[in-house]
T-cell receptor, first 113, second 112 residues
Framework: GESVGLHLPTLSVQEGDNSIINCAYS??????FIWYKQESGKGPQFIIDIRSNMDKRQGQRVTVLLNKTVKHLSLQIAATQPGDSAVYFCAENLYTGGFKTIFGAGTRLFVKA | EAQVTQNPRYLITVTGKKLTVTCSQN?????MSWYRQDPGLGLRQIYYSMNVEVTDKGDVPEGYKVSRKEKRNFPLILESPSPNQTSLYFC???????????FGSGTQLSVL
């Protein structure tokens, strides 16, 4: 079925370490994938995206990897900082007569000082 | 400043009393959408609009109405709110469909 899920509901990392947040998606027709960050009391904020014709995309301290063979998406955060503490959502877009965005349930990232 | 503005931020109401949550964006975005966020369920789409006068149902449209009479505004209407509509609501927009979303700050609704 159509679903976007996360392997771990919470992730705790030491400040300065790298973080990896994983996401599984089930719809092979999805062609656009996005990671959002949601801090407490705020709306989700775009971090990075990737189209289905790519397998890796890098931003500032963040990298998204897409493995279409196993329908897996990951977000890597380098040198994790306290300000990275938040809930991270993966999302996939697919066309079903209109474009639909399906969000995963989210992973909460804790950064220990 | 480019933003999506929702109002009110918090709302407490009673069952059956009609309410409207407003959403406005100043980025000339074509696509707008409403989501509700519930613990453990993530974000679920209520309604979306690909352009003026074009709206369509998302995954959980029951009990909600929307309108898109002008490009910048996309109000969410609850004609007869019920307690199961107690939730955190987000409006979002994107320049075109199939692009990254810009979210408002959210509206926490409690229906008693």
């Amino acid at each position: 079925g159509e679903s976007v899920g996360l392997h771990l509901p919470t992730l705790s990392v030491q400040e300065g370490d790298n973080s990896i947040i994983n996401c599984a998606y089930s719809n092979s027709a999805s062609d656009y994938f996005i990671w959002y960050k949601q801090e407490s009391g705020k709306g989700p904020q775009f971090i990075i995206d990737i189209r289905s014709n790519m397998d890796k995309r890098q931003g500032q301290r963040v990298t998204v990897l897409l493995n279409k063979t196993v329908k897996h998406l990951s977000l890597q955060i380098a040198a994790t900082q306290p300000g990275d503490s938040a809930v991270y959502f993966c999302a996939e877009n697919l066309y079903t007569g209109g474009f639909k965005t399906i969000f995963g349930a989210g992973t909460r990232l804790f950064v220990k000082a | 400043e480019a933003q999506v503005t929702q109002n009110p931020r918090y709302l407490i109401t009673v069952t059956g009393k009609k309410l409207t949550v407003t959403c406005s964006q100043n980025m000339n975005h074509e696509y707008m959408s409403w989501y509700r966020q519930d613990p453990g369920l993530g974000l679920r789409q209520i309604y979306y609009s690909m352009n003026v006068e074009v709206t369509d149902k998302g995954d959980v449209p029951e009990g909600y109405k929307v309108s898109r009479k002008e490009k910048r505004n996309f109000p969410l209407i609850l004609e007869s709110p019920s307690p199961n509509q107690t939730s955190l609501y987000f409006c979002a927009s994107s320049l075109l469909t199939n692009e990254k979303l810009f979210f408002g700050s959210g509206t926490q609704l409690s229906v008693l």
